[in-house]
């Protein structure tokens, strides 16, 4: 069985890391789902993340999944908050009841030194140890909080400046979008093969 990993998110949540071997047509029989994706890989994508959901929820909604003004996947009444991510061949998955969820999974790639001045300010790779692993963990963590937001218009380095990175990969990032900004605390991991992070709670968070 391809779950690698499974854990508590905050007071509520569920997270998930599932790793891809199976074909087509286990997904689509473990969902029930018809997907007119035309890229097969995406298509697998769609139906694995939808699956892993059951995986965490067994009696979630599949079928009521709907993207709201903001593109973000929801279904009626936020019966529960969900938020997926996939990088082939892996798909990453936090359902939360109660509290919004957030969560991006990234293979690594080399082009991510040529990109880091698009969402990291200078002090922020800094503080990220002008480390290339850890370059995709902090857009791993400016994802995860715009997904966990939801809502369109974010400039990951102007509305998301990192103010904390520690040993423990723990990543705080200062969203200032709302009229009392919050303070995001974002758990992060690393493996051989990817990085993961993922919305743990927020807080207001004024600094004056």
């Not at 097969?40 to 009696?59: D, P, Q, W």
């Not at 850890?134 to 909080?145: G, N």
Request: charged letters at 25%; proline letters at 5%; one cysteine or more.
């Amino acid at each position: 069985m391809p779950l690698l990993k499974e854990w508590n998110i905050g007071d509520h949540g569920r997270g998930a890391i599932w790793k891809v071997e199976e074909d087509e047509a286990f997904f689509a029989e473990k969902t029930g789902i018809v997907s007119d994706i035309k890229n097969e890989k995406r298509r697998i994508e769609h139906l694995a993340g939808r699956y892993l959901l059951t995986h965490l929820e067994e009696e979630f909604p599949l079928h009521t999944i709907q993207k709201d003004e903001h593109d973000k996947p929801r279904i009626p009444d936020d019966q529960f908050h969900f938020s997926i991510s996939h990088s082939w061949p892996y798909i990453a998955v936090a359902v939360d009841p109660v509290d919004a969820a957030g969560i991006d999974i990234q293979t690594w790639h080399p082009r991510i030194d040529n990109i880091k001045h698009k969402f990291l300010s200078e002090g922020e790779q800094e503080t990220m140890c002008h480390d290339p692993k850890y370059f995709t963990l902090a857009w791993c963590a400016k994802e995860a909080v715009y997904k966990w937001h939801g809502r369109r218009g974010i400039d990951f380095k102007e509305h998301l400046p990192i103010t904390y990175f520690s040993t423990s990969l723990d990543i705080n990032i200062y969203m200032k979008l709302n009229k009392m900004p919050e303070m995001v605390f974002t758990k992060n991991f690393i493996t051989t093969d990817f990085a993961c992070s993922y919305v743990d709670h927020a807080q207001p968070w004024a600094i004056y």
